[in-house]
Protein backbone atom coordinates (compact mmCIF):
# COMPACT_ATOMS: atom_id res chain seq x y z
CA UNK A 1 0.00 0.00 0.00
CA UNK A 2 2.57 2.31 0.73
CA UNK A 3 4.31 1.88 -2.37
CA UNK A 4 1.03 1.96 -4.52
CA UNK A 5 0.70 5.40 -2.95
CA UNK A 6 4.20 6.61 -3.71
CA UNK A 7 3.75 5.87 -7.36
CA UNK A 8 0.32 7.44 -7.24
CA UNK A 9 2.49 10.59 -5.88
CA UNK A 10 4.87 9.95 -8.20
CA UNK A 11 2.69 9.53 -11.60
CA UNK A 12 0.83 12.86 -10.41
CA UNK A 13 3.82 14.83 -9.91
CA UNK A 14 4.74 14.02 -13.44
CA UNK A 15 1.53 14.92 -15.12
CA UNK A 16 1.18 18.13 -13.15
CA UNK A 17 4.93 18.57 -14.35
CA UNK A 18 4.11 17.52 -18.75
CA UNK A 19 0.72 19.84 -18.41
CA UNK A 20 3.05 22.97 -16.71
CA UNK A 21 6.51 22.53 -19.22
CA UNK A 22 3.76 22.20 -22.18
CA UNK A 23 1.34 24.87 -21.05
CA UNK A 24 4.96 27.25 -20.60
CA UNK A 25 6.08 25.91 -24.36
CA UNK A 26 2.96 26.71 -26.34
CA UNK A 27 2.57 30.01 -24.12
CA UNK A 28 6.23 31.19 -25.45
CA UNK A 29 5.61 29.68 -28.83
CA UNK A 30 2.52 31.82 -29.62
CA UNK A 31 4.13 34.67 -27.77
CA UNK A 32 7.60 34.36 -30.30
CA UNK A 33 4.74 34.50 -33.50
CA UNK A 34 2.83 37.54 -31.82
CA UNK A 35 6.21 39.00 -31.59
CA UNK A 36 7.13 38.76 -35.08
CA UNK A 37 3.69 40.22 -35.92
CA UNK A 38 3.79 43.41 -34.22
CA UNK A 39 7.62 43.81 -35.45
CA UNK A 40 5.92 43.16 -39.12
CA UNK A 41 3.70 45.53 -38.18
CA UNK A 42 6.24 48.34 -36.99
CA UNK A 43 8.27 47.76 -39.91
CA UNK A 44 4.82 48.71 -42.29
CA UNK A 45 4.07 51.43 -40.05
CA UNK A 46 7.56 53.01 -41.00
CA UNK A 47 6.76 52.20 -44.54
CA UNK A 48 3.88 54.10 -44.59
CA UNK A 49 5.79 57.24 -41.98
CA UNK A 50 8.35 57.30 -44.53
CA UNK A 51 5.67 57.74 -47.71
CA UNK A 52 3.67 60.29 -45.45
CA UNK A 53 7.16 62.12 -45.51
CA UNK A 54 8.37 61.38 -49.06
CA UNK A 55 4.93 62.18 -50.63
CA UNK A 56 4.29 65.00 -53.02
CA UNK A 57 1.10 67.19 -52.34
CA UNK A 58 -0.94 65.66 -54.62
CA UNK A 59 -0.64 62.50 -53.91
CA UNK A 60 -3.10 59.73 -51.99
CA UNK A 61 -2.27 59.31 -49.00
CA UNK A 62 -5.96 57.61 -48.02
CA UNK A 63 -3.94 53.95 -47.13
CA UNK A 64 -0.72 55.58 -45.71
CA UNK A 65 -2.90 57.35 -43.35
CA UNK A 66 -4.95 54.32 -42.17
CA UNK A 67 -2.11 52.73 -41.69
CA UNK A 68 -0.81 55.10 -39.36
CA UNK A 69 -3.91 55.33 -37.29
CA UNK A 70 -4.80 51.90 -36.83
CA UNK A 71 -1.79 51.45 -34.90
CA UNK A 72 -2.82 52.20 -31.11
CA UNK A 73 -1.45 49.53 -29.79
CA UNK A 74 2.13 49.13 -30.02
CA UNK A 75 3.87 51.64 -28.38
CA UNK A 76 7.18 53.74 -29.91
CA UNK A 77 9.82 56.40 -29.70
CA UNK A 78 10.95 58.45 -32.54
CA UNK A 79 14.61 59.67 -31.88
CA UNK A 80 17.51 61.74 -34.02
CA UNK A 81 21.07 60.55 -34.42
CA UNK A 82 21.92 62.41 -30.60
CA UNK A 83 19.36 59.94 -29.14
CA UNK A 84 16.90 63.13 -28.31
CA UNK A 85 13.20 61.87 -28.52
CA UNK A 86 11.05 63.92 -30.94
CA UNK A 87 7.84 62.09 -31.15
CA UNK A 88 5.97 59.22 -29.07
CA UNK A 89 2.83 56.72 -29.68
CA UNK A 90 0.40 55.06 -28.02
CA UNK A 91 1.67 55.48 -24.29
CA UNK A 92 -0.49 56.53 -21.22
CA UNK A 93 -0.94 60.22 -21.36
CA UNK A 94 -1.05 60.85 -17.69
CA UNK A 95 2.30 58.66 -17.39
CA UNK A 96 3.77 60.84 -19.56
CA UNK A 97 2.88 64.09 -18.40
CA UNK A 98 2.94 63.41 -14.46
CA UNK A 99 6.57 61.33 -14.65
CA UNK A 100 9.50 63.63 -16.57
CA UNK A 101 11.72 60.56 -16.69
CA UNK A 102 9.01 57.76 -18.20
CA UNK A 103 9.80 58.14 -21.72
CA UNK A 104 13.56 58.37 -21.15
CA UNK A 105 13.28 54.68 -18.91
CA UNK A 106 10.98 53.13 -21.84
CA UNK A 107 13.51 54.00 -24.29
CA UNK A 108 15.93 52.06 -22.54
CA UNK A 109 13.60 48.97 -21.96
CA UNK A 110 13.22 49.71 -25.73
CA UNK A 111 16.38 49.62 -26.51
CA UNK A 112 17.10 45.96 -24.93
CA UNK A 113 14.08 44.43 -26.54
CA UNK A 114 14.74 45.26 -29.88
CA UNK A 115 16.83 46.99 -32.71
CA UNK A 116 15.40 50.07 -33.73
CA UNK A 117 14.34 51.04 -37.03
CA UNK A 118 16.18 53.43 -39.53
CA UNK A 119 14.46 56.07 -41.19
CA UNK A 120 16.24 58.37 -43.54
CA UNK A 121 15.51 62.41 -43.33
CA UNK A 122 17.84 63.46 -45.22
CA UNK A 123 21.61 62.74 -46.67
CA UNK A 124 23.23 64.08 -43.39
CA UNK A 125 20.70 62.78 -40.59
CA UNK A 126 18.61 59.66 -39.95
CA UNK A 127 15.57 59.03 -37.38
CA UNK A 128 15.43 56.17 -35.27
CA UNK A 129 12.01 54.01 -34.17
CA UNK A 130 12.34 51.79 -31.29
CA UNK A 131 9.26 50.03 -30.64
CA UNK A 132 8.07 48.10 -27.11
CA UNK A 133 5.60 44.58 -26.62
CA UNK A 134 1.99 45.76 -26.77
CA UNK A 135 0.04 45.36 -23.34
CA UNK A 136 -2.01 42.16 -24.95
CA UNK A 137 1.95 40.74 -25.52
CA UNK A 138 2.77 41.30 -21.84
CA UNK A 139 -0.26 40.10 -20.84
CA UNK A 140 0.38 36.45 -22.95
CA UNK A 141 3.54 36.49 -22.17
CA UNK A 142 2.97 36.57 -18.16
CA UNK A 143 -0.60 34.82 -18.47
CA UNK A 144 0.91 31.36 -17.69
CA UNK A 145 3.02 31.63 -14.79
CA UNK A 146 0.41 33.56 -12.90
CA UNK A 147 -2.58 31.06 -13.88
CA UNK A 148 0.48 28.14 -12.73
CA UNK A 149 0.58 30.20 -9.07
CA UNK A 150 -2.99 30.29 -8.83
CA UNK A 151 -3.36 26.66 -9.32
CA UNK A 152 -0.46 25.99 -6.60
CA UNK A 153 -2.41 27.54 -4.81
CA UNK A 154 -5.18 26.35 -5.07
CA UNK A 155 -3.63 22.71 -4.90
CA UNK A 156 -2.17 23.90 -1.50
CA UNK A 157 -4.94 24.91 -0.16
CA UNK A 158 -6.77 21.77 -0.78
CA UNK A 159 -3.91 19.53 0.19
CA UNK A 160 -4.12 21.78 3.44
CA UNK A 161 -7.99 21.15 3.93
CA UNK A 162 -7.14 17.73 3.11
CA UNK A 163 -4.25 16.78 5.61
CA UNK A 164 -6.10 18.96 8.25
CA UNK A 165 -8.99 16.53 7.84
CA UNK A 166 -6.78 13.31 7.54
CA UNK A 167 -5.16 14.75 10.58
CA UNK A 168 -8.31 15.32 12.48
CA UNK A 169 -9.66 12.06 11.22
CA UNK A 170 -6.48 9.97 12.80
CA UNK A 171 -6.84 12.05 15.90
CA UNK A 172 -10.04 10.62 16.30
CA UNK A 173 -8.89 7.14 15.69
CA UNK A 174 -5.84 7.34 18.11
CA UNK A 175 -8.05 9.23 21.01
CA UNK A 176 -10.83 6.03 20.33
CA UNK A 177 -8.01 3.06 20.29
CA UNK A 178 -6.38 5.23 23.27
CA UNK A 179 -9.97 5.09 25.29
CA UNK A 180 -10.87 1.89 23.82
CA UNK A 181 -7.52 0.32 25.39
CA UNK A 182 -7.61 2.09 28.64
CA UNK A 183 -11.56 0.69 29.01
CA UNK A 184 -10.46 -3.42 28.25
CA UNK A 185 -7.81 -3.27 30.70
CA UNK A 186 -9.72 -1.48 33.92
CA UNK A 187 -12.07 -4.63 34.42
CA UNK A 188 -8.79 -7.58 34.17
CA UNK A 189 -7.21 -5.11 36.50
CA UNK A 190 -10.21 -4.72 39.03
CA UNK A 191 -10.21 -8.70 38.82
CA UNK A 192 -6.59 -8.99 39.74
CA UNK A 193 -6.67 -6.73 42.57
CA UNK A 194 -9.39 -8.82 44.38
CA UNK A 195 -7.82 -11.49 43.80
CA UNK A 196 -4.46 -9.78 45.27
CA UNK A 197 -5.82 -8.95 48.17
CA UNK A 198 -6.88 -12.44 48.88
CA UNK A 199 -3.39 -13.48 48.46
CA UNK A 200 -2.14 -11.15 50.90
CA UNK A 201 -4.79 -12.84 53.09
CA UNK A 202 -2.55 -15.52 54.32
CA UNK A 203 1.40 -14.76 55.04
CA UNK A 204 3.40 -16.89 53.15
CA UNK A 205 1.78 -15.38 49.74
CA UNK A 206 3.31 -11.86 51.13
CA UNK A 207 6.55 -12.13 48.49
CA UNK A 208 4.44 -13.42 45.49
CA UNK A 209 1.33 -10.80 46.39
CA UNK A 210 3.94 -8.01 46.08
CA UNK A 211 5.70 -9.06 43.15
CA UNK A 212 2.36 -9.12 41.43
CA UNK A 213 1.23 -5.67 43.22
CA UNK A 214 4.33 -4.27 40.96
CA UNK A 215 2.89 -5.40 37.93
CA UNK A 216 -0.78 -4.48 38.88
CA UNK A 217 0.75 -0.79 39.49
CA UNK A 218 1.98 -1.24 36.60
CA UNK A 219 -0.91 -1.84 34.31
CA UNK A 220 -2.20 0.50 36.19
CA UNK A 221 -0.35 3.18 34.99
CA UNK A 222 -0.36 2.11 31.38
CA UNK A 223 -4.18 2.27 31.48
CA UNK A 224 -4.13 5.96 33.16
CA UNK A 225 -1.59 6.85 30.77
CA UNK A 226 -4.32 5.91 27.63
CA UNK A 227 -7.04 7.53 29.58
CA UNK A 228 -5.38 10.59 29.20
CA UNK A 229 -5.16 10.83 25.20
CA UNK A 230 -7.66 12.70 23.51
CA UNK A 231 -8.40 14.53 26.77
CA UNK A 232 -6.40 17.79 27.73
CA UNK A 233 -4.35 16.54 30.77
CA UNK A 234 -3.01 18.93 33.65
CA UNK A 235 0.43 20.26 33.84
CA UNK A 236 2.21 20.56 37.03
CA UNK A 237 5.50 21.98 38.20
CA UNK A 238 7.88 18.90 38.05
CA UNK A 239 11.50 18.40 38.90
CA UNK A 240 12.45 16.70 35.23
CA UNK A 241 15.99 15.33 36.97
CA UNK A 242 14.01 13.18 39.46
CA UNK A 243 11.15 12.61 36.84
CA UNK A 244 13.41 11.32 34.27
CA UNK A 245 15.51 9.56 37.06
CA UNK A 246 12.70 7.26 38.01
CA UNK A 247 12.18 6.33 34.40
CA UNK A 248 15.72 5.74 34.25
CA UNK A 249 16.40 3.23 37.22
CA UNK A 250 13.24 1.23 36.01
CA UNK A 251 14.88 0.66 32.51
CA UNK A 252 18.05 0.13 34.25
CA UNK A 253 17.25 -2.84 36.27
CA UNK A 254 15.43 -4.29 33.19
CA UNK A 255 18.13 -3.47 30.78
CA UNK A 256 20.34 -6.00 29.96
CA UNK A 257 23.94 -6.18 31.82
CA UNK A 258 26.43 -5.06 28.69
CA UNK A 259 24.02 -1.87 28.51
CA UNK A 260 25.12 1.04 30.61
CA UNK A 261 22.45 4.22 31.52
CA UNK A 262 23.25 7.32 32.52
CA UNK A 263 21.90 10.57 33.40
CA UNK A 264 23.65 13.91 33.48
CA UNK A 265 22.51 17.14 34.39
CA UNK A 266 24.44 20.24 35.67
CA UNK A 267 21.58 21.51 38.08
CA UNK A 268 19.73 19.01 40.59
CA UNK A 269 16.65 20.44 39.76
CA UNK A 270 15.25 21.50 36.79
CA UNK A 271 11.68 22.72 37.06
CA UNK A 272 9.37 21.95 33.94
CA UNK A 273 5.55 22.07 33.61
CA UNK A 274 4.75 18.58 32.64
CA UNK A 275 2.33 15.51 32.73
CA UNK A 276 4.01 13.25 34.56
CA UNK A 277 2.09 9.93 33.41
CA UNK A 278 2.32 11.24 29.71
CA UNK A 279 5.90 12.41 29.82
CA UNK A 280 7.34 9.34 31.63
CA UNK A 281 5.74 7.61 28.87
CA UNK A 282 7.69 9.26 26.25
CA UNK A 283 11.05 8.87 28.30
CA UNK A 284 9.77 5.22 28.75
CA UNK A 285 9.54 5.05 25.02
CA UNK A 286 12.80 6.35 23.77
CA UNK A 287 15.00 4.40 26.34
CA UNK A 288 13.34 1.14 24.84
CA UNK A 289 13.87 2.18 21.66
CA UNK A 290 17.45 2.69 22.29
CA UNK A 291 17.47 -0.81 23.86
CA UNK A 292 16.24 -2.64 20.70
CA UNK A 293 18.94 -0.79 18.77
CA UNK A 294 22.05 -1.65 21.00
CA UNK A 295 21.05 -5.43 20.57
CA UNK A 296 22.29 -6.43 23.99
CA UNK A 297 25.31 -3.95 24.73
CA UNK A 298 26.37 -0.26 24.72
CA UNK A 299 25.19 2.44 26.66
CA UNK A 300 22.58 4.96 27.04
CA UNK A 301 22.96 8.50 28.35
CA UNK A 302 20.73 10.83 29.07
CA UNK A 303 21.38 15.07 29.30
CA UNK A 304 19.13 17.70 30.59
CA UNK A 305 20.36 20.93 29.41
CA UNK A 306 18.12 24.16 31.09
CA UNK A 307 18.73 27.25 29.42
CA UNK A 308 17.15 30.65 29.88
CA UNK A 309 14.34 29.84 27.59
CA UNK A 310 13.80 26.14 27.33
CA UNK A 311 14.72 23.12 28.31
CA UNK A 312 16.17 20.42 26.32
CA UNK A 313 16.48 16.37 26.94
CA UNK A 314 18.64 14.28 24.77
CA UNK A 315 18.39 10.51 24.95
CA UNK A 316 21.42 9.01 23.21
CA UNK A 317 22.47 4.99 22.51
CA UNK A 318 25.50 3.69 20.81
CA UNK A 319 23.30 1.28 19.07
CA UNK A 320 22.79 0.85 15.32
CA UNK A 321 21.55 4.19 13.76
CA UNK A 322 19.21 5.38 11.92
CA UNK A 323 19.41 6.10 7.70
CA UNK A 324 19.22 9.99 7.45
CA UNK A 325 16.12 8.80 4.64
CA UNK A 326 13.93 7.88 7.58
CA UNK A 327 14.38 10.32 10.37
CA UNK A 328 10.98 11.84 9.72
CA UNK A 329 9.41 8.71 8.66
CA UNK A 330 10.12 6.98 12.00
CA UNK A 331 7.11 9.25 13.48
CA UNK A 332 4.93 8.50 11.08
CA UNK A 333 2.27 5.97 12.39
CA UNK A 334 2.54 2.50 11.41
CA UNK A 335 5.92 2.97 10.12
CA UNK A 336 8.79 0.68 11.88
CA UNK A 337 12.09 -0.40 11.10
CA UNK A 338 12.04 -3.54 13.63
CA UNK A 339 10.30 -6.70 12.76
CA UNK A 340 8.01 -6.69 15.74
CA UNK A 341 5.67 -3.60 16.86
CA UNK A 342 3.47 -1.58 15.29
CA UNK A 343 4.94 1.37 14.60
CA UNK A 344 3.01 3.56 17.20
CA UNK A 345 5.01 4.34 19.54
CA UNK A 346 7.40 7.17 18.66
CA UNK A 347 4.31 8.41 16.67
CA UNK A 348 2.42 8.28 20.34
CA UNK A 349 5.31 9.78 21.97
CA UNK A 350 5.55 12.83 18.94
CA UNK A 351 1.98 13.87 19.95
CA UNK A 352 2.64 13.90 23.71
CA UNK A 353 5.45 16.69 23.34
CA UNK A 354 3.91 18.23 20.70
CA UNK A 355 -0.09 18.43 21.20
CA UNK A 356 0.17 18.14 25.33
CA UNK A 357 3.19 19.52 26.07
CA UNK A 358 3.90 22.41 23.18
CA UNK A 359 7.08 21.16 22.58
CA UNK A 360 9.21 19.33 20.21
CA UNK A 361 10.38 15.86 19.52
CA UNK A 362 12.91 14.81 16.93
CA UNK A 363 16.03 13.21 15.74
CA UNK A 364 19.00 15.89 16.76
CA UNK A 365 21.44 13.33 15.08
CA UNK A 366 21.95 9.57 13.96
CA UNK A 367 24.94 7.55 11.69
CA UNK A 368 24.44 4.28 10.88
CA UNK A 369 26.23 1.92 13.05
CA UNK A 370 27.29 4.55 15.27
CA UNK A 371 23.63 5.49 17.30
CA UNK A 372 20.95 8.30 17.81
CA UNK A 373 19.99 11.18 19.14
CA UNK A 374 16.69 11.75 20.00
CA UNK A 375 15.81 15.51 21.35
CA UNK A 376 13.19 16.69 23.62
CA UNK A 377 12.32 20.14 23.52
CA UNK A 378 10.41 22.13 26.14
CA UNK A 379 9.39 25.94 26.20
CA UNK A 380 9.79 27.47 30.02
Not at 129 to 154: E, H, T
Request: glycine share 4%.
Amino acid sequence: MFKQYIGWKFTLISVAVVIIVTTIWFVNSLTEKIQQEESKKVATWVEAYRELLQASPDANLNLVGEIITTNTTIPMILTDDHGTIIDHRNFDSSRVLGQSTFLEEQLRSFKKQHPPFIMAIDAHSNSYIYYGDSLILKQIRYYPYIQLLVVALFIGIVLFALSSTNRATQNLVWVGMAKETAHQLGTPLSSMEAWLEILKEKEENEPLANELAKDVNRLKLISDRFSKIGSVPSLEECNLVAQIDNMVTYIRKRAPQKVTLSLQSAEQEVSAMISPPLFDWVVENLLKNALDAMEGKGSITVIIENHPAHITVDVTDTGKGIPKAFHDKIFHPGFSTKKRGWGLGLSLAKRIIQDYHKGRLSVKWSEVNKGTTFRIWLRK
